[in-house]
């Protein structure tokens, strides 16, 4: 009978099932997908029965989004998207994984909808263009055909598209665009243990959530990885190291260290514009701005070019992300900073220019003028004179003998000019 205990023990556990917890926070980016495929491979690999999305994001990538909503209306097994903790929204993007779920639930406290699609780059007063009425009517489209796979209410959804509608849990419990409000995930299982959910057109699921084991799941290498990258702040920051790294090379050739971390800074922030989408125009004003500061290094402009330079890079700095289509943006403050630093560098570069300016020279010919020097041949063409225990040719306009002292006025070429001292006022 003992043996007999154990072996229903262990099999109980055994069959116990799990649901697995993933949370998505911030801007939704090839990072969140990258989560979420990560999620439902291990989903399948521990045959989980439950998949919860703790959701909270101000937005994201339109292709990011779709992404994650293929995955999730594909999924082996029920979805719940619940947007918590309390304070949390699922704006924008967030409303398009809300729609795509089995079961859509809400904290208290939280919000839905502001789901247009914009541009980066468009002007929010200007009228829509054709190709932004066009994205608009696909966005539309879209979150329609999620409202009527999962029964939804479609004319909010409409709403939420057209007009940037955004309501709290509560209300979107009442018109329909959620399936309930939980209070945290432990009354979340407890309330939708019995419901019955479309897994797809032929299989109907009903939920078994009394007794599981809830296993959260934390990003693996690759999603922190892209996680960090796809974020405009670093991206840009990489972008900064590269640049200055770069120009600190050109001004110590050989240092080696700082050409070695702009390279590498370079390729990271090559491979994170690669994955955000940012404004040209914003790119091209970094460019014009980092063009002129390395002007003002080579040709010493008094400041003009590095201070325009660093006006320009400000600028471009502020239009190349746009946070309403990333959901984040480069930090302003950041981009102050970033430009304060640029001023007193190109101040302490200017000042070290003009100081160089104002230096008698220490070497080469130039320092022999204004020297006494000593005729020691005179030769058909001109003299050999002997200065600092060297001897040069040169040529005078009076005639000089040997022995002779005389000054050192200019130079062609290699051969001095040579003016008698004694003729000297």
Do not use: C
């Not at 489209?141 to 999962?150: K, N, P, W």
């Not at 955004?166 to 009442?174: D, G, P």
């Not at 002779?404 to 004694?422: A, C, D, M």
């Amino acid at each position: 009978m003992r043996h007999l205990f154990w072996l229903l023990f262990f099999v109980t556990i055994s069959v116990a099932s799990s649901v697995l917890h993933v949370s998505v926070q911030g801007a939704i980016s090839p990072a969140s997908v990258a989560h979420l495929q990560h999620a439902f491979s291990h989903a399948n690999t521990t045959q989980a029965s439950l998949m919860i999305i703790e959701l909270d994001t101000p937005g994201g990538l339109l292709e990011s989004t779709r992404e994650m909503v293929q995955e999730i209306t594909n999924a082996p097994l029920p979805v719940v998207v619940y947007v918590s903790p309390k304070g949390a929204r699922a704006a924008s993007a967030g409303t398009y994984l809300l729609y795509a779920s089995h079961v859509a639930a809400m904290a208290p406290g939280t919000n839905v909808g502001a789901a247009t699609p914009v541009s980066i780059g468009a002007s929010q007063d200007a009228p829509p263009s054709t190709m932004e009425k066009k994205v608009l009517e696909d966005a539309n489209a879209y979150l329609q055909s999620l409202a009527e796979l999962r029964g939804r209410n479609s004319e909010w959804a409409q709403k939420a598209v057209k007009e940037g509608a955004s309501i709290s849990a509560n209300t979107a419990l009442e018109l329909g665009v959620i399936d309930l409000v939980a209070e945290d995930i432990p009354t979340l299982l407890a309330v939708i243990h019995g419901t019955s959910v479309q897994l797809n057109a032929t299989t109907t699921l009903t939920l078994d959530t009394a007794d599981v084991l809830l296993e959260r799941l934390e990003p693996d290498f690759k999603t922190a990885f892209l996680s960090v990258i796809s974020n405009p702040t670093f991206a840009y920051l990489l972008m900064l190291l590269a640049l200055y790294g770069i120009f600190f090379e050109l001004l110590n050739p050989g240092a080696i260290l700082p050409g070695v971390v702009g390279l590498i800074s370079g390729l990271l922030a090559l491979y994170a514009f690669n994955l955000l989408p940012f404004n040209y125009a914003g790119l091209a004003l970094i460019g014009l701005g980092v063009a002129l500061m390395i002007g003002e290094v080579f040709v010493a402009g008094f400041g003009i070019f590095g201070i325009a330079g660093i006006i320009a890079f400000s600028l471009g700095s502020v239009f190349l992300f746009d946070a309403q289509t990333l959901g984040n943006d480069i930090s302003i403050p950041l981009i102050v900073a970033v430009a304060l630093v640029s001023v007193a560098f190109f101040v302490y570069v200017t000042q070290m220019a003009l100081s160089a300016r104002s230096i008698k020279a220490t070497t080469g010919t130039e320092t022999l003028i204004g020297q006494e020097a000593k005729v020691v041949k005179i030769t058909d063409d001109g003299y050999l004179v002997e200065s600092h225990g060297e001897l040069w040719t040169g040529k005078s306009h009076e005639p000089l003998i040997l022995h002779q002292r005389v000054e050192i006025t200019g130079f062609k070429g290699l051969k001095l000019t040579l003016k008698s001292i004694h003729l000297k006022e």
